[in-house]
């Protein structure tokens, strides 16, 4: 997809969100089903993730981790939004690469220390890009990419939590 291509593709969805406001808020939704063992079945759009422990906290390593899984989240979002605002700004990237790693202390989620948190401390996102563009320019395609990054936007600037139960 070129420049126009994605212009041409957002720009009535723009004008649409310009005009009602209302029609810009979607409601993104996932859920799961306990599995065998300790592990939980999550339905993604593309097929189903069995989610379990970490080996750090017991996992034998054949689920997958929700932590990854966060962390997988916040490299694909940034890597479509990175080519997105590449396309948009006709910086042209031959590759990149994105790379997260996360800090966790296992002490936290686990209980062995009350004053161990529980989550990461300390994420990193690096891109790695082959690029000719100038050092403005990829400023600029980092600082946009940052931006509007939905999963990053949401790690940065965590929203409002709530939580329920019901009986089944």
Known sequence: MNADELRATQAPLK???????????VTLRAQGRLGEGVTCKVETGKGLVNA??????GGNGLAACSGDMLLEALVAC???????????LGIELRDATL???GDLDFRGTLGVDKAA?????NIRLRFVLDTD??????????KLTERYCVVYQTIARPPQMAVSRQRG
């Open 15 to 25: 004008a649409r969100y310009k005009e009602d406001a209302a029609a810009a808020i």
């Open 52 to 57: 379990g422990l970490h080996p750090a906290t």
């Open 78 to 88: 940034a890597g479509v939004t990175l080519n997105a605002v590449a396309t948009a």
């Open 99 to 101: 790379e997260a790693e």
């Open 117 to 121: 948190p529980v989550g990461f401390q």
């Open 133 to 142: 563009a100038s050092e403005d320019e990829l400023d600029t395609l980092l």
